[in-house]
């Protein structure tokens, strides 16, 4: 495989990753506004139906933000290794990373090392 094939071929791989990241976040956010109006229909409580709306769409950007890090790596650290880009990577990654823990402790409620806590025992 030439090296001009092999960079066309991450590249389309990296392009990919990224799509599907950016479906991941919308598809996760129509079926959550469709859960929350089915739910909604069918009377449930207006705190519930947010908490499953949030949660719901949490998740879903936290899928995403795993396929745009993965998308970040294959097109950085294969494709174009050099210092600079690498670099810029490296806080892409802290970023997305910050935003996918911030989104853990949303979704759960608590912590990391909080795992035996269950959400609803401190109200």
Not at 112 to 119: E, F, G, L, V
């Amino acid at each position: 495989m030439t090296a001009a094939l092999r960079h066309d071929y991450l590249n389309a791989i990296a392009q990919l990753l990224e799509l599907m990241g950016v479906l991941a976040i919308a598809a996760g956010a129509v079926f959550a506004v469709c859960e929350g109006v089915r739910n909604l229909i069918r009377g449930a409580s207006g705190k519930s139906i947010y908490d499953l709306f949030r949660t719901r769409l949490a998740k879903s950007i936290l899928i995403g933000v795993e396929f745009l890090i993965a998308a970040d790596i294959v097109g950085t650290v294969i494709i174009d290794p050099s210092a600079e880009s690498l670099s810029i990577l490296a806080i892409i990654v802290l970023i997305r990373t910050f935003l996918s823990f911030t989104l853990e402790v949303e979704i759960e409620g608590r912590w990391p090392w909080q795992r035996k806590r269950n959400r609803h025992e401190d109200e």
